[in-house]
């Protein structure tokens, strides 16, 4: 899938800009601060419905307006030729539409055009608690299967109803083991289906990450990751329908005095290794900065093999905190991905040493104060 | 700003409160009323009092009527054997429109939603349990309720109840809509088209 065109109005720093991307490899650099990341960010919204930068969608309109658009061309093999385009005003939200049509559900754009994003936040992914994995894991699964992502709104939704159960009832225990009953029902059926998604996903995941890290790294340290679940995890949701119900029946007594679902792949953990050893625990900071480099790109790469159209690369000044060695080693990765790949960077120096700049595959564009100007050499 | 006519402004004040109505379009609905002849205001105004005071509702089913039992309920050609549950009295008006159905209803006024503390102890389901208890000839329970997580806990609580009893509970069938083509239905929807297929 490949974002041929790309129109910024109120974004962040860029009042007005169209930019026409290349194909391949489109490098993006200026100052700190000029509107390099923005760029690629609003072609993130274009294909997960939000930004990666922000978690806010008003921090994002330009500071002397209340709105935002964006608007973007996409071309590819699942779809031939479509437009998405997203509006935000301060009074009616966030809309999405895909050739002119509002989107009724902003997940239903999750999928069309799958991303893979490299940040300097990505060290939280391998250094912070369970939650981010889970949100990693989420969106990672979500972007190849929509009944996922549909899943997993339905499991929130019945553990939200469900603890609210748990909270708000009064009364004997009897009464609310019947009212819990058809709320544990949907959990265990969708809370099932997810932990057999995630098994069968991490399993497969295990090997692309492996020789990622080998590639990166250039060295033979063996990583590893262990999904850790309420039970022994599988791929068959039936068994571990079994499982989910038999613990739910186990805590049951403590939920009600807690007043809440302890029980779901809500408290997934993935753990991460090197060589046995945890890498959030005894990991150096060079080796969660690569460990995390090697996550993403065997996200790219499981996508590439899976997915019948390549995903869309960015990488948002992950350079700079590379050393030569590491930039050529990916730099030379990136050449042999075949899809469309955007870099920003403050500092233009290593790029053009590796990349012929021909304005027709790849382009190298110039950002300052919110304009940008296409530079190839 | 200085108001010239406080009966304008208070019935712009009265309209703007219904649903999907902001003060823009309250503003311009009074001031079309202010045009009109005063028999209209007046029809307008006895069909809302009309509203609140004779439709009332159904002791048996739930529904809204204007006579209890009401019309369907007391209709000796309807089906006695069969009680459709829904959850709002508008979903009546939608079955009743396909022809389809001709048993009987039964409105629930909600579905289970511990989130908005709708219990099963704030709807019309002890009252089905006793329909159904006391009416021999009740043989069929069908369950209208809609696909989410709501509907399917309802529809999951009063089956387990209705077990006590010597009735048939049914479900609607969830699948695909007319008209559609295959290539537009989402997976969920087609999974549970399969599991719910019939032979031909």
Known sequence: MRNTHTELLNFRNHVETKIDWAPHLNVITGPNGSGKTSLIDAIHYLCMSRSFVSNTDMYVVNQDESYFMIKGHFEGQIRSEFDVSCTYSRGDGKKIFVNDSPLEKLSD????????????????????????????????????????????????????????????YRGPASVLEAYLEPWNVQLVETGSRIVAKRYEVLEKLKDYLEEDYAMISGMDLTTNLEYQTFCTPGS????????????????????????????????????????????????????????????????????????????????????????????????????????????????????????????????????????????NT | MQITSEYLERAIEQLSKLPGTGRKSAQRIAIHLLKQNSDYALSLAQAIVDLKEKVTRCSVCGNVSDSDPCKICDNPKRDPSAICVVEEFNDVYIIEKSNEFRGRYHVLGGVISPMDNIGPDKLRIQELLKRVGEDDQINEVILALNPDAEGEATSYYINKLLKQY?????????GIPMGTELEFIDEATLSRAFASRNSF
């Open chain 1, 236 to 375: 068959d949701p039936k068994e571990i329908e079994k499982a989910y119900f038999e613990e739910l029946e186990r805590v049951q007594a403590k939920e009600i005095e807690r007043e809440i679902t302890t029980v779901g792949p809500h408290r997934d953990e993935v753990v991460f290794y090197l060589d046995d050893f945890e890498l959030r625990r005894f990991g150096s900071q060079g080796q969660h900065r690569l460990f995390a480099l090697s996550l993403k790109l065997a996200q790219l790469h499981y996508y590439s093999d899976e997915l019948d159209d390549l995903p869309i690369l960015m990488l948002d000044d992950v350079f700079g905190d590379l050393d030569l060695k590491k930039t050529e080693i990916l730099l030379t990765a990136l050449q042999q991905h075949k899809g469309q790949i955007f870099i920003t960077s403050a500092n233009p120096v290593p790029f053009k040493d590796y990349v012929t700049f021909d304005g027709e595959n790849n382009r190298f564009y110039k950002v300052e104060n919110g304009r940008v100007e296409e530079v």
């Open chain 2, 166 to 174: 010597d009735v048939q509970v049914t479900r609607i069938a969830y």
């Open chain 1, 109 to 168: 754009l999750i999928g069309m055009v799958p991303v893979v994003t490299l940040t300097p936040d990505d060290k939280k992914l391998t250094l912070e608690g369970p939650a981010e994995r889970r949100s990693y894991i989420d969106s990672f699964i979500s972007q190849i299967s929509p009944g996922y992502l549909r899943d997993l709104i339905e499991f929130r939704r019945v553990r939200k109803q469900r603890n609210s159960l748990l909270q708000e």
